[in-house]
């Protein structure tokens, strides 16, 4: 007789258990952004991101190559790194240094660059030197073709081929008029003071092209910078933290999603993470979760055909890639 009343408590527990699941996966989350231009319609093709201004295809984060992303491979987003200079200029770079994307030591080899910077104090930063004294070097020294050719090596109008560094204000200014539905995936990449700087110019920069305001997405490793985003720059739309992303990316799995109070516009992910296990991202389930939040998901960094096969099919908003030309051409198929 006890035994059967423990069972029926057991019961009516479990079952208590399983309507709350069923009743937070039911009811309609809030969203955590009210109109999100990153996410596409149900059943389209995801957007191109071309990743640093397509890597691959030219050489990077260098108006030449933002131009080709847009013109030739018609792209939908600009995705890159800012860094601010000495004398308060936002430009593109990957890393802080910049010995490893132009000529600045002259005429040596890559493998002696890299070599080189193994030592911190030779790098040449971004944070140490003024706009003028960027604008002097050629971005595209290093950049080797699919043939294996260099042929900015020797180039000499560096200005007028786009292979100087490049800024905000001078991309947003290149297709404003032309292209105005563009969209922008940034990284403030300086911390502290340097980040809150980086966080107003790229501000004050966006109200002078107000319609790109409302297009572009700013993500940051650094807590202080996240918070100085949420606090003082409500109007701009934010990526998700890593741990942030962890965090969201926890909750769906568990089916708890109801208890993550995130208000982030896109989830920046790979396709898994390796944590002693490999954790697989690359999930409908993590896409469906994301999408009821009104949150676009965006994979990086994809090179490969079949990658993006697969991402296509899963229904993702975004494949970043350092090859816009290929991932064109396979979106080429799906649309035939």
């Keep these: 007789m006890k035994s059967h009343k423990k069972l029926k408590i057991f019961g009516i527990i479990l079952a208590s258990l399983v309507l709350f699941w069923v009743i937070i996966n039911v009811i309609p989350p809030k969203k955590n952004v009210e109109n999100n231009p990153f996410i596409v319609e149900k059943g389209a093709l995801p957007m191109i991101a071309a990743h640093r201004g397509g890597a691959i295809c030219n050489p990077e984060n260098t108006m030449l190559a933002f131009r080709e992303a847009v013109n030739t491979y018609k792209v939908d987003i600009i995705e890159s790194d800012l860094y601010i200079t000495k004398d308060g200029y936002l430009v593109y770079n990957h890393d802080e240094y910049i010995d490893e994307t132009c000529n600045i030591n002259g005429d040596i080899s890559l493998d002696e660059v890299e070599k080189l910077c193994e030592d911190e104090n030779k790098r040449h930063y971004i944070k140490d ?13 290093y950049f080797t073709d699919k043939d294996g050719n260099r042929p900015y090596e020797n180039a000499t109008d560096i200005s007028s081929m786009g292979l100087q560094i490049a ?54 490793f650094h807590d202080e910078i996240e918070k100085e985003l949420k606090t003082n720059y409500k109007d701009l739309m934010r990526g998700a933290p890593t741990g942030t992303a962890a965090k969201f990316i926890l909750t769906q799995y568990l089916g708890v999603n109801i208890f993550d109070n995130s208000d ?8 898994s993470y390796d944590l002693g296990i490999t954790i697989t991202l690359d999930k409908k389930t993590i896409i469906k979760r994301a999408h009821r939040r009104n949150i676009a998901v965006q994979y990086w960094t994809i090179n490969e055909a079949d990658e993006m096969r697969e991402l296509i099919e899963l229904g993702c908003d975004c494949i970043m890639t350092d090859n816009p030309e290929l991932l064109k051409s396979v979106l080429e198929e799906y649309k035939k």
């Design 167 to 220: 800024t905000v204000d001078k991309l947003f200014e290149e297709f404003y008029n032309t292209n105005p539905d563009l969209l922008f995936i940034v990284e403030i990449k300086n911390s502290g003071e340097l980040g809150y700087k980086s966080c107003k110019i790229l501000n004050e920069t966006l109200n002078k092209y107000p319609l790109y305001k409302d297009r572009i997405v700013v993500g940051t």
């Design 264 to 271: 982030f516009g896109c989830l920046q992910i790979p396709t």
């Design 129 to 141: 030197m003024t706009l003028a004294e960027l604008e002097q070097y050629n971005f595209g020294y």
